[in-house]
């Protein structure tokens, strides 16, 4: 059996690896993007994320860092954390919708809108998915941590380079990040199938 020693090497190349092929990614994004879409639409996707972000900083508690730390952790704390993301997931949602008006007036922008409920019903879902795949980087999978992020990331970037050249305007980059969190929500349930011990997903 491998040492912890070789798996966090291993598992270090791994994430490095992930790394510099996102770095890669998005730097090919925004050199497409800048040619394609007006200066305003970064500006208006940033105003809706970085509100998102900041709730999400507000009710990040990770969870899944006490399921690693944890040496064995049963169904039930799988099932509790699972409870909370979906319990954070819908309240975040809550807020995007209701700060969507206020948020629209006060920057004097109405697209920002209809972006915030976007976001917001992409926050929900993501909220119900399987927590599942935190057992890659408590068992030190790297690699599957790998190809889980690396296919997250890949089809956001179709899905935002295909609408950019069609659309050209800020929904390639909304409906780019709506697609990437909903890739992960189907992984996770993927894994769900595919992983073992991986019961997760039932309210406690």
Request: hydrophobic letters at 55%; aromatic letters at 14%.
């Amino acid at each position: 059996m491998e040492n912890i020693s070789n798996k966090m090497a291993k598992g270090a190349v791994w994430m490095v690896a992930f790394k510099l092929i996102e770095r890669s990614i998005g730097l090919i994004s925004t050199i497409i993007l800048a040619r394609l879409l007006e200066p305003g639409d970064f500006g208006l996707v940033a105003m809706a994320t970085a509100f998102l972000g900041l709730l999400m900083l507000l009710t990040s508690f990770s969870f899944d860092v006490v399921l690693i730390q944890k040496l064995n952790p049963d169904r039930h704390l799988y099932d509790t954390a699972w409870t909370f993301n979906v319990i954070f997931g819908c309240v975040l949602a809550f807020m995007l919708v209701i700060a969507a008006i206020p948020l629209a007036q006060f920057y004097n922008e109405s697209r920002l809108e209809e972006i915030l409920y976007v976001l917001a019903f992409s926050t929900l879902l993501g909220g119900f998915g399987n927590i599942g795949p935190v057992a890659f980087r408590k068992d030190l999978q790297f690699h599957k941590e790998f190809y889980f992020q690396l296919a997250k990331k890949l089809i956001g970037f179709t899905v935002c380079m295909s609408l950019a050249f069609t659309l050209r305007n800020y929904w390639a980059l909304v409906w780019g990040t709506f697609a990437g969190n909903m890739m992960a929500v189907l992984l996770r349930q993927r894994n769900k199938i595919i992983l073992s011990n991986c019961f997760y997903g039932e309210i406690v």
